[in-house]
Structures are given as structure tokens and as C-alpha cells.
């Protein structure tokens, strides 16, 4: 969060009275807010001519949001949607908030008229390719290729297996900060997991998922393949690497904890992608891919929903249809996986 607690150019350690401000919002509202900023700094350190610190004055909030939101005829992919412009601005107003720093006084009118035109351009962009999901054959490609990499790279694998087989977002089982260790909501712990006496079957405790309502703790249920794909094993291989407190996506060394963050898994794995020659897949492509193959294997929608802890009709936007190539392939290589020796490591 050192986007967030920072007045600009300037870092500054929370005192516990900030602690205890920062406790009154949720950590994926914090995250939100910190990328908010994070955004908004990077515009400032582009386009503003002083060094800057709170508060931003409105022609600056005017100049962020036309420097940010995607305009007509642009195709910048750095650019935000619309919808996650107004999130940002909201995350702004509570950087204000929190420093104590009077947010500028804005035209309403002005704002609205440039996240309507924001939005307009979102609705003109045509999207030649949409993100495909992650298959059997693309985590079985994944797999090889990071088995060849670094420690780093391992713990990513694992990474992806348990977000594959458990439908979830790489977020949820990233860590917040990338060294040391972890308070309840940075990230998932290794005391988070439970794994059965007989290694068929895993529960992680998801706190502050983005869909979580009231402080719900949310759960993933994995169940094992007995193959080098086996998200079980996955985490028996984390659970060993450290102590109850740790992440259970880090990585010891000789000085400190290194554990995965969402901005690095994202890089190492459009990386790694690229490296395999794939495209069009992201780190939401493994909740993407869990669910459709799912459905591909004509699994019950409630039960999909249920592990992949949707209760709307939204889960809908996340199931992709296999052709009939797809699903033959697909078939193939479980059948031959399941023939092939179980392996407890990399």
C-alpha cells in the first residue's frame, strides 16, 4: 500500500493511528485504491510540472482522467475503461481523505461529461480477439516450461494449478506485499490450507475475496488428479516450504520470505505465454478455464457455480464453449496423464 500511504513524492510509514484508519476499509478496497493511485502518480511523474504532493488541484484531476480514459480512436492499451475511471476517482477522494488533504472542488458536470465520452470510446473499441481460456493442453505446456525456469517460476506453476482445478483469480491467492510475512488478508497462508489424511482433497480460506459480502470467508475446494497437474499436490509442495504464518506462494531465502504478487505473476506468465507462444491468455484466463472445461465435461452448472462460488447468473460470462476438438484433445491428454506416473515434484 505504498501508492496509498504515500502524499505523492514522498513515502510516509502509517503511524497505528493510520493502521487503524486503513482497518476501516476492506483489503481488495484498499488494493483498489492503492492501483488508483499508483495510476495517478504515473500521470503525475508524465504530465505534471512540479514535483508532486498532495492535493491535487482540479485541472490535475481533469488532465488524469483524459490522460487515463480511453478516448475515440485510441487503441493505447494502456488506457482504462470508463467504469474503472470512476473507480480510480473514487480511490483519489479517499487518498485525500486519508492524508487529511481537501480534495478539489470539481464541475460534477465536466467529470460526467468525460466519463460518458470514456465510455462511449469503450463501446466504439473493437476487440479482434477475446481472451480464451486456459486448457488442459495450454497448463500442460505451462507446466514444462516453467519446470525448466527458477524457484520463482516453480512456485508460480503451483500457482497456476490451484487457480486452474479451484476456478479462482490469481488475486486471490497473491500476496499483497512481495517480502516477509503476511496479516490476515495480505494474501493466502500456509494456514489457510487444509489437506485431507489422504491427499485427495484440499480447502484454502479465502479472506476478503472480491465477491465476499460482510467479511464472508470464502472457501476453494480442490480435489486431486494423482497426476504432475494435481493442484493437491501443488499445495502439499507449498505447505512444505515454510511456516504456518508464511504465504503459501512465497519463497524462502537465505534473508527474508519472497511471495508472489499479482503484478508478478502477471508479467512472469505473459512472459511465460509469450515464451510458449500463446496469446490472448491472462491470469483470469485459469478461472476462465476451470469453469468451461467443467462444462465441457457436462459437470452440473450449480455445482460449477458452487465451487466457483458465483450466485448470479454472472458466472455465465466466464464459461467459454469447447468445440468438438477442444473437448476430443482435452479428453486425450487426462486419459494419458492419468496413465503417467504421479509426481511429487517438479
Not at 512481495?178 to 497462508?189: C, P
Not at 499445495?235 to 504478487?261: H, P, V, Y
Not at 464453449?321 to 473437448?327: F, I, M
Request: glycine share 8%.
Amino acid at each position: 500500500m505504498k501508492d496509498f500511504t504515500s502524499t505523492g513524492s514522498s513515502l510516509r510509514e502509517p503511524s497505528d493511528l493510520d493502521k487503524h484508519v486503513l482497518n476501516g476499509w476492506r483489503s481488495s478496497t484498499l488494493r483498489s485504491y492503492n492501483s488508483a493511485v499508483r495510476k495517478f502518480l504515473r500521470f503525475a511523474r508524465l504530465k505534471i510540472n512540479r514535483r508532486f504532493e498532495l492535493p491535487a488541484t482540479a485541472e490535475e484531476i481533469y488532465g488524469f482522467c483524459y490522460w487515463a480514459g480511453r478516448t475515440e480512436g485510441d487503441s493505447n492499451p494502456d488506457k482504462i475503461s470508463g467504469v474503472t475511471l470512476t473507480k480510480y476517482l473514487h480511490g483519489l477522494k479517499a487518498w485525500h481523505v486519508y492524508h487529511g488533504a481537501e480534495y478539489p472542488s470539481l464541475s460534477n458536470n465536466k467529470v460526467a461529461l468525460m466519463l460518458k465520452a470514456s465510455a462511449k470510446a469503450d463501446a466504439l473499441l473493437v476487440r479482434t480477439k477475446t481472451k480464451r481460456p486456459v486448457m488442459v493442453e495450454h497448463l500442460l505446456l505451462l507446466h514444462d516450461h516453467l519446470s525448466k525456469g527458477d524457484d520463482l517460476g516453480l512456485v508460480l506453476l503451483d500457482m497456476s494449478l490451484v487457480a486452474f482445478w479451484g476456478m479462482a483469480r490469481l488475486g486471490e491467492l497473491a500476496s499483497d506485499i512481495n517480502v516477509g510475512r503476511l496479516r490476515k488478508g495480505d494474501g493466502v497462508r500456509i494456514s489457510d490450507v487444509r489437506v485431507a489424511d489422504d491427499a485427495q482433497s484440499a480447502l484454502i480460506k479465502i479472506y476478503f475475496a472480491k465477491t465476499a459480502v460482510g467479511g464472508e470467508v470464502q472457501h476453494l475446494l480442490l480435489t486431486a488428479t494423482n497426476n504432475k497437474l494435481c493442484p493437491v499436490r501443488a499445495l502439499i509442495r507449498r505447505i512444505s516450504s515454510g511456516e504456518a504464518g508464511d504465504s503459501l506462494f512465497g519463497l524462502n531465502t537465505s534473508t527474508e520470505r519472497k511471495n508472489l504478487t499479482k503484478s508478478y505473476c502477471k508479467r512472469r506468465l505473459d512472459s511465460a505465454w509469450r515464451g510458449i507462444g500463446l496469446t490472448n491468455l491472462s491470469g483470469h484466463s485459469f478461472r476462465v478455464g476451470g469453469a468451461s472445461l467443467r462444462n465441457a465435461l457436462e459437470v452440473d452448472i450449480t455445482t460449477i457455480c458452487k465451487l466457483g462460488r458465483w450466485t448470479s447468473s454472472c458466472y455465465k460470462l466466464y464459461i467459454k464453449p469447447y468445440t468438438p476438438e477442444d473437448l476430443s484433445v482435452t479428453l486425450c491428454i487426462l486419459e494419458q496423464l492419468d496413465d503417467g506416473p504421479i509426481r511429487l515434484e517438479h
